[in-house]
């Protein structure tokens, strides 16, 4: 009954190479979000989805593309993964302009 | 752009009242959020507080929010060691895209 689940927890991969994240809420929001955590452990958002449109989109490299299948989903793909790439990604969801977002439990993505 | 920024590190003894402070920039913040991180785990939204107020009481926790200072603080009382984690601050750029903008996280060590 996990409320925001993100798979693999851990991923380890080498440069160059292009991986997924993949998260998924129970929850019944429309609106699904991913962080960066970095080795500092500092917090900041990447992108935002409401109802499978992105309504956020920071400053991220364009190696980064997030698709929402569906309200329930929002995976992260990234291509050519460098070093810097290494970080905890952080899923989250809620319903739009609620003061709660749900965290997921993280994916640890370290490039070698 | 908006900016939350937190002192880095706290230590207090067991059974001690813990004060994380948190100070931001953005004048149009509707709500102001503390959450928990433990060590290897997502993050958890402890508590909260919505502009318009300037404290917000639930248990242990004391939220204080002076709106012309833009500061807001966090009271643990009665400390204990499974409160030994990071506490974020974050403001909320409300609107149509609920952004959490993070401070820069304080870990907080509880000595037995």
């Known amino acids: 009954d996990t409320a925001v689940s993100q798979t693999p927890k851990y991923l380890v991969t080498q440069m160059g190479n292009d991986k997924s994240i993949k998260c998924e809420q129970n929850?019944?929001?429309?609106?699904m979000y991913w962080y960066k955590q970095d080795s500092k452990k500092f917090l900041k958002i990447m992108f935002s989805y409401n109802n499978k449109e992105l309504i956020i989109n920071e400053t991220v490299p364009n190696r980064f593309s997030p698709k929402s299948p569906d309200k329930a989903h929002l995976n992260l793909h990234i291509n050519s993964l460098e070093l810097g790439d290494s970080a905890v990604y952080f899923c989250a969801s809620s319903h739009l302009d609620s003061y709660e977002q749900y965290f997921g439990p993280g994916t640890r993505l370290t490039v070698t | 752009g908006e900016d939350v920024e937190q002192s880095l590190f706290l230590s207090v003894r067991e059974g001690d009242s813990s004060v994380i402070n948190c100070t931001y920039t953005d004048s149009s913040s509707t709500y102001l959020y503390w959450y928990k991180q433990e060590p290897g785990a997502g993050l958890q939204l402890l508590t909260y507080i919505f502009s318009n107020m300037d404290m917000k009481q639930d248990q242990r926790l004391t939220v204080l929010l002076n709106k012309k200072d833009k500061h807001l603080s966090l009271r643990i009382a009665d400390t204990q060691t499974g409160d030994s984690a990071i506490y974020f601050c974050?403001?909320?750029?409300?609107?149509?895209?609920?952004?959490?903008?993070f401070g820069t996280g304080t870990l907080l060590a509880v000595q037995p």
């Open positions: 974050a403001d909320s750029i409300g609107g149509a895209t609920n952004k959490l903008i």
């Open positions: 929850l019944g929001h429309d609106t």
